[in-house]
């Protein structure tokens, strides 16, 4: 265990001191990042007004739900999703190989090498909203409901990060990782909307079978709702079998892959 | 750049663009049906839970057909995301090539750009045929073979428009390391104040001088609203002359930023 936490300090070590050497690209994605959120805030702010409530929350309770998206999205951009990214090159072009010989697990070293340092400082400025946004809300909110909150958001990034390489490993047979992966990607707005709007099948299936919809929108209801342990219970057992889901598919995936010839 | 020229570097990019059969369908089907879904479902809850059965003008059943044309035409306006080769042009050295091509580079990718739309207007195509099929919008929409026409016109100024957009920004490569997410920034802001997002009517009174005469309703709201016979002629011309206004602009921005690049260009990437 010490020895991964070494590891990880030195790609935390080598990504800040690569993230500095293009400046203004730093300070671009932090803008870009930051354009989403106004982005997405702008959104519901106009979609309050025309209606009370929207997924059965009032205004203040949607900023909670925000708080979750933006702080879930700056945490997956910071922590793994380059990484994400360059995967399904690095077997193509079988460069993979140099993850594989390493003497680490190769899930954690491809997942984590890079980390996004300049994301990094857009995880501060959500932490920052994530504060004001509790602090004005206009009932006290306990300090145990809030923790759980914050806990069920860093478990929601794990169950995205999950989610994320279902669609990712099959480039071990396809070769070709563009096309399910923007369908990921436009499934994944799926998450960024309260779970209570969907209906009917589909419903079911963000629950229980893509479970996207628990990424943001479960936090915010155990912060709401009288009995959250239900919602709590749902979330660990979706991120225990979706992840292990991910590790038995990435297992099956490595005996497929041939290298440079994948 | 002749027209028959222009037609040939866009026939090479559609074939090119059309050879990734497997890409094709998986994203048609599923990344469409995907996007579309969380519309439909947003258009459900917000009359659901507000309780009225018009919100500026729109029905529900409308709204719905609003989210359609405007994700299918936001599909042709956006084309793929070929802004990026610019820049990368400009790192890797390649610029130099197209720079000893007989033609003007702009107008050469601008063909690339128009080619690589091939399988994006059949997506489009495909899915507003079934569309017609599932979709039951109300009297209050009046889609005409002319309203079909102005549509088209539309959204061909629209995708001039965005690619000019873009442009300047991937220019900016000629001194700047990374520049993709300048076009992002552009992607987000043209969605939400362009009406791919909510239909600007639904915008605040106070923000909808602003909004008409911003560049962005012209990508997404304006062909829309035309293709569903929202607008009256004037409003149709008035749209489309400040469309051409800004195009006109963009390409002078353009064309200053492009002078100014091309000095500093060294021909051995960055």
Redesign the interface.
């Known amino acids: 265990m010490w020895r991964y936490a070494r590891l990880y300090g030195y790609f935390l070590r080598f990504s800040f001191s690569k993230a500095m050497e293009?400046r203004?690209?730093f300070f671009?994605?932090i803008?870009?990042d930051c354009?989403?959120y106004v982005?997405q805030f702008?959104?519901f702010e106009?979609?309050y007004?025309?209606?009370?409530?929207?997924?059965?929350w009032d205004p203040a309770q949607m900023r909670v739900f925000l708080a979750a998206i933006f702080l879930s999205d700056a945490l997956q951009m910071t922590v793994y999703a380059n990484n994400m990214w360059w995967f399904p090159f690095l077997v193509n072009k079988g460069d993979l190989d140099y993850y594989l010989v390493r003497p680490v697990s190769s899930l954690f070293f491809l997942s984590l090498r890079d980390f996004a340092a300049n994301s990094f400082v857009n995880l501060l400025i959500t932490i920052g909203f994530m504060v004001w946004v509790l602090a004005t809300y206009p009932d006290p909110l306990g300090a145990g409901r809030i923790l759980l909150y914050v806990a069920l958001v860093l478990l929601g990034v794990f169950l995205y990060y999950a989610i994320q390489l279902w669609f990712l490993i099959p480039v071990f047979w396809?070769h070709?990782g563009?096309?399910?992966r923007?369908?990921f990607f436009?499934?994944g707005?799926?998450s960024?909307?309260?779970d209570?709007?969907?209906?009917g099948w589909?419903r079911r299936i963000l629950l229980y079978v893509l479970p996207l919809a628990l990424i943001a929108s479960f936090p915010t209801r155990a912060m709401f709702e009288p009995d959250p342990w239900r919602l709590v219970l749902h979330m660990v057992v979706a991120s225990a079998v979706c992840f292990g889901l991910s590790v038995a598919f990435w297992r099956r995936g490595l005996r497929s892959y041939a290298s440079a010839s994948s | 750049m002749n027209a028959r020229l222009f037609l040939h570097i866009a026939s090479v990019e559609a074939r090119k663009r059309m050879s990734y059969r497997i890409d094709f369908w998986i994203n048609t089907l599923f990344g469409f049906l995907a996007e579309f879904g969380v519309h439909f479902f947003l258009a459900l809850a917000l009359f659901a839970e507000s309780g009225s059965t018009q919100i500026r003008g729109f029905a529900q059943p409308d709204l719905v057909v609003y989210f359609v044309t405007v994700l299918l035409i936001q599909k042709i306006v956006m084309g793929p995301d070929f802004g990026g080769h610019v820049s990368e042009d400009i790192y890797e050295g390649g610029l130099t090539r197209y720079l000893l091509f007989p033609s003007s580079y702009t107008p050469f990718k601008y063909a690339q750009h128009m080619g690589a739309l091939v399988p994006l207007i059949l997506q489009a195509v495909l899915f507003g045929v079934l569309a017609i099929f599932v979709l039951e919008p109300t009297q209050a929409l009046r889609v005409t073979p002319w309203t079909i026409a102005g549509a088209i016109v539309c959204v061909l100024v629209a995708n001039l428009l965005y690619f000019m957009m873009r442009l300047p920004l991937q220019l900016i490569a000629f001194w700047q390391d990374n520049v993709w997410s300048l076009s992002v920034m552009l992607r987000f802001a043209s969605r939400l104040l362009g009406g791919a997002m909510l239909p600007l009517i639904f915008f605040p009174a106070w923000s909808q001088d602003a909004l008409r005469i911003l560049p962005f309703r012209a990508l997404y709201d304006l062909p829309t609203q035309t293709f569903l016979g929202q607008l009256t002629l004037t409003e149709w011309l008035t749209g489309l002359a400040t469309a051409l206004v800004w195009c006109a602009a963009f390409t002078l921005i353009a064309r200053a930023v492009w002078k100014r690049g091309d000095r500093k260009y060294t021909g051995v990437g960055i």
């Open positions: 293009f203004f690209d671009f994605r803008g870009m354009a989403w982005i702008a959104l106009v979609l007004l025309h209606t009370p409530l929207f997924g059965g396809t070709e563009q096309g399910l923007q369908v436009s499934i707005s799926y960024q909307k309260p209570a709007i969907y209906r589909i």
